[in-house]
């Protein structure tokens, strides 16, 4: 089932996202059915749809009736949400992860070699429909791509780093989430043919859009339950990616009995005491503080935007992907370490 973030699911974003989830399931289809089984895998198993919703959300922001986009549009945004779910598969192997979005992952069921391949294929599938809407579209994908393969090497690069910097985080974070998100919005917009003016805002807020969203991810991981999540909930600290609500805690007073545990081969007893001593700590409010910062960098990246049904579409996922976490909950959550 498809869960789409409902301040983008506008009368007609959400018409346009029914045509994309149908142009998915047409994209994957091959004449090998099995390898079509595997592709279409996690498309079954729905998803929030953020950035295809991006694509056509930047290809309407000048359009203030609200209508249909193109089929190109639907194209672009069908691309975008490809190379996510290529760059999953991907990363479900190298992480030896079980399950995601509440079933059973690619790798878990068909081995890693399927999911390697299937992977492949998705990004293929992609490659192929930003070659068909011009060199600028298949230029863009394909940086990207790149830059999101840096953004995972950086962190691979720092796993069970507990001096990772923030800066090092943030550098991570840029390439395997935010640059994603602003490519989302920039194939909307270079699609429609909009202005460098406004391409360039939408591509700011992408970025910053992206960083916010990684962010509240993150402290996710620390505070939520699996069932909350669709995947294992604290599956970074146990594979030594360290994320910001780690970090700060770790630089906190409580910091280095938080460093006394974590490492390699973290037992299930001692991933709970981490993930309270964390909850328990200024880190996660700090974290919280600075995705707050990037969403307002993403609100004014959208300040002289046209008033229109998209730009409104817009303004509200930047104002609402805080409310995936609120303070209060975090307030909620967090309490004294249990020794």
Known sequence: MVTTDPVLVLPSLSADLDRVEERLQAEVRCDLDFLSTVARHLIGAGGKRIRPGLTIAAAGIADPEGGSCSDDVVAGAVAVELVHMGSLYHDDVIDGATTRRNVASVNATWGNATAILAGDFLLARASQLAANLGTEVAGLLAATIGRLCEGQIREY???????????????????????????????????????????????????????????????????????????????????????????????????????????????????????????????????????????????????????????????????????????????????????
């Open 157 to 339: 690069q720092d796993a069970f780093n507990c001096d990772r910097t923030v800066h090092d985080y943030e550098l991570s974070i840029t390439g395997k989430t935010a640059s994603l998100l602003a490519a989302s919005c920039r194939v909307g917009a270079i699609v429609a043919g909009l202005p460098p003016v406004l391409t360039e805002a939408l591509a700011d807020f992408g970025h910053s859009y992206g960083m916010a969203f990684q962010i509240v991810d993150d402290i996710l991981d620390v505070i939520s339950t699996e069932d909350m999540l669709g995947k294992p909930a604290g599956h970074d600290l146990r594979e030594g990616n360290y994320t910001l609500p780690v970090l700060l805690t770790v630089q906190s007073p409580a910091g280095e009995r938080l460093r006394s545990i974590l490492g390699p081969g973290l037992s299930p007893a001692d991933a709970a005491l981490a993930r309270r001593i964390i909850r328990s700590g200024s880190g996660i409010m700090e974290a919280y503080a600075a995705a707050s910062v990037w969403a307002d960098r993403a609100a004014s990246a959208l300040t002289d935007l046209p008033d229109t049904p998209a730009a409104e579409a817009l303004r509200a996922a930047a104002d609402h992907l805080l409310g995936r976490v609120g303070s209060s909950e975090i307030s909620d959550r967090s309490g004294a370490v249990a020794d």
